[in-house]
């Protein structure tokens, strides 16, 4: 019997989970923007994971598109593959766009106050993996969650701020955030932001509320909402601006509820919605699936 030898297949080095950068792209729509996108990739040898796309009109709308791509090396060919999309955007399209690596997770500082649920969820998803996040601090105005927060191995900083004038607490908060975070997230702190504050920090800030706004504003909402008879029990994760509470909606959720549930039953639905809410929103911000268009947002879930 003749034994006929192969030669063994050329080996491939296939990109591990970690060799892995996701491409958001966004501006005028036209024709050939995917097919430039995908042919700069395709020669650097980069595997296209997942792309979603959406365009408000093909006819010269807003178009906008999230890529994810592997290829081994990552780290050493993204310089390369950057200015290759630079030179390829720059001919006829009218497009911005942003790269970013994966594998170097988002750092977040969470701003709570007393209320703990949204803060406690957001660090137990983390511990548990589920939020591909660096906490790099937790910055409140009251002290009463100190110990919990440091039990998972998070530095808690407690900055007082009352009264009208808050900028000696906003002077301690960006001496604390400058460089060391991507973006913000307000677990409940029941705090306003001034708008010199907002445009120092630099980066994105996420804020939850619940979703009886504006009908039910200051203290209270869930007593009065009870007293109304609502059927609705709702929150929303956004973007936060100067003018509160109506920055670029990221998430919604509501559950029903009816005229037997208590005061005590209405908050207890709302924490769970705000839990949900902001868990999610959080999540696809950090993944990058979340593009600001002036003041609405294209979440690609």
């Known amino acids: 019997m003749t034994l006929t030898q192969h030669a063994p297949a050329p080996r491939v080095t296939q990109p591990s989970s970690g060799d892995q950068a996701v491409l958001i792209v966004h501006g005028r729509d036209r024709t050939g923007i995917v097919a430039a996108i995908s042919t700069v990739l395709g020669r650097h040898g980069a595997n296209i994971v997942s792309l979603d796309q959406y365009s408000d009109n093909p006819q010269g709308g807003a178009f906008f598109q999230r890529t994810v791509f592997g290829r081994a090396d990552l780290k050493a060919a993204l310089p390369e593959i950057e200015a ?49 996040i660096n ?7 009251h002290a009463d969650t100190a110990g919990e927060v440091r039990s998972f191995g998070i530095p808690f900083f407690h900055v007082p701020s009352s009264g009208p004038d808050k900028s000696a607490a906003e ?13 913000i997230v307000l677990a409940r702190y029941m705090q306003i932001l001034s708008g010199d504050f907002i445009e120092r920090v630099g980066v994105p800030i996420i804020n939850i509320h619940h979703s009886f706004l504006p009908a039910f504003i200051g203290a209270g909402p869930y007593a009065k909402a009870k007293q109304r008879g609502v059927k609705l029990v709702g929150a929303t994760a956004h973007y936060v601006t100067e003018d509160l509470d109506e920055g670029p909606i990221i998430e919604q959720d509501v559950v029903r509820v009816n005229h037997a549930h208590t005061v005590a039953e209405l908050q207890r639905q709302g924490a769970d919605v705000e839990r949900a809410v902001l868990s999610r929103a959080v999540l696809w911000h950090a993944e990058d699936r979340v593009i600001r268009d002036g003041n609405h947002t294209i979440v690609f879930q």
């Open 84 to 132: 290759d999309l630079r030179r390829e955007l720059a001919n006829g399209f009218e497009l911005e766009y942003t790269l970013r690596d994966l594998s170097a997770p988002k750092r977040v500082a969470i701003f709570a106050s007393k209320a703990d649920h949204c803060l406690l969820d957001l660090l137990w998803r983390h511990r548990r993996g589920e939020l591909p």
């Open 135 to 141: 906490i790099s601090m937790v910055i409140s105005n």
């Open 171 to 183: 002077a301690q908060h960006l001496r604390l955030l400058t460089g060391n975070v991507d973006f």
